[in-house]
């Protein structure tokens, strides 16, 4: 069997394990998921008119359709940060030592999480969806590319956030610690274009929101879905992506090589 077929066998079974562990101990998920969804209904229930009226004049389901491109992007943040308390609890309950010594393919126990994070980010950004489209949100001018393109694009930012969550749970010292280092990846998105336009933040404080990796990405979402205009940050998005993706492949491997020497 080669190489490259012993790795897939390995990181499918660290995949499925991730996945029984998820779905044994739900209730971490449910925490998070939680988090976008009362924010949704509370901005859009209690907030909407007044925001709506602020934001462009209109009234709440205007605002339904602003709001609903931030909360599936911080919904991916939001899921994340259970995959660096999983990876964290993986690294201090002595499974990992367990691992090194059988034979198997050392950088699976990653790609598993890894590619179960990604799953669930998807699952999640699906309910959260849902939620949306039953409050009201519609893209009926989104052709059947951009709806591809729109999923690409998060399934795109869900591997670039589960690799720094992946990295975040391996310099923790326990599951707690890692769940406090992963808390900017819901900080960011409220200082996003998530909730108001850049436009209306301070001057001296747009410059942060827009060209942080949330903003970007929500306004590609944006344009893709609304048919709003995208300018560069479609760009700014994939490179956004791409840089952290590969920033914690490597900051993840390097750390999880030299824990194992």
Same mark, same amino acid.
């Given at each position: 069997?080669?190489? #490259?077929s012993l !790795?897939m066998?390995?990181s499918?079974?660290?995949l499925?394990? $991730?996945?029984?562990?998820?779905r044994r101990?739900?209730? %971490?998920t449910?925490?998070?998921? #939680?988090?976008?969804?009362?924010?949704l209904?509370?901005?859009?229930?209690?907030?909407?008119?007044?925001?709506s009226?602020?934001?462009?004049?209109?009234?709440?389901?205007?605002?339904?359709?602003?709001?609903v491109?931030?909360?599936? %992007?911080?919904?991916?943040?939001?899921?994340?940060?259970? !995959?660096?308390?999983s +990876?964290?609890?993986d690294? !201090?309950?002595?499974?990992?030592?367990?691992?090194?010594t059988?034979?198997?393919?050392?950088q699976?126990?990653?790609?598993?999480h +890894?590619?179960?994070?990604?799953?669930q980010?998807?699952?999640s950004?699906?309910?959260?969806?849902?939620?949306g489209?039953a409050?009201?949100?519609?893209?009926?001018?989104? =052709?059947?590319?951009e709806w591809l393109?729109?999923?690409?694009?998060?399934?795109? &930012?869900?591997?670039?956030?589960?690799?720094i969550?992946?990295?975040?749970?391996?310099?923790?010292? $326990?599951?707690?610690a890692?769940?406090? $280092?992963?808390?900017? %990846?819901?900080?960011l998105?409220?200082?996003?274009? =998530?909730?108001?336009?850049?436009d209306?933040?301070?001057?001296w404080?747009q410059?942060i929101?827009?060209?942080?990796? &949330?903003?970007p990405?929500?306004? /590609?979402?944006r344009g893709l879905?609304?048919? /709003?205009?995208?300018?560069?940050?479609?760009?700014?998005a994939v490179?956004?992506?791409?840089?952290? =993706? +590969?920033l914690?492949?490597?900051?993840?491997?390097?750390?999880?090589?030299?824990?194992?020497?």
């Amino acid at each position: 069997m080669s190489s #490259l077929s012993l !790795t897939m066998r390995d990181s499918s079974t660290m995949l499925r394990r $991730n996945l029984l562990h998820a779905r044994r101990y739900p209730s %971490l998920t449910l925490n998070l998921l #939680l988090t976008p969804v009362m924010l949704l209904l509370l901005f859009v229930y209690i907030f909407g008119d007044a925001m709506s009226a602020g934001i462009s004049g209109g009234d709440r389901s205007d605002y339904i359709a602003y709001i609903v491109p931030g909360i599936l %992007l911080m919904t991916i943040g939001s899921t994340t940060i259970g !995959t660096a308390v999983s +990876v964290s609890t993986d690294m !201090t309950e002595g499974i990992i030592a367990r691992f090194r010594t059988m034979a198997i393919h050392r950088q699976s126990v990653l790609i598993g999480h +890894v590619a179960g994070s990604v799953l669930q980010c998807v699952m999640s950004v699906v309910l959260v969806g849902a939620v949306g489209v039953a409050i009201g949100f519609r893209s009926t001018d989104a =052709t059947a590319m951009e709806w591809l393109a729109a999923f690409g694009l998060l399934a795109l &930012f869900a591997l670039a956030l589960t690799w720094i969550a992946v990295g975040m749970g391996l310099v923790s010292p $326990n599951a707690e610690a890692a769940g406090n $280092n992963a808390m900017p %990846l819901i900080f960011l998105p409220l200082i996003s274009s =998530t909730f108001v336009p850049v436009d209306a933040m301070p001057g001296w404080f747009q410059p942060i929101a827009e060209y942080q990796p &949330f903003t970007p990405a929500i306004e /590609t979402l944006r344009g893709l879905l609304l048919g /709003t205009e995208i300018g560069h940050n479609g760009w700014l998005a994939v490179g956004w992506c791409l840089a952290l =993706t +590969v920033l914690g492949y490597r900051w993840s491997k390097a750390r999880f090589d030299r824990d194992a020497k």
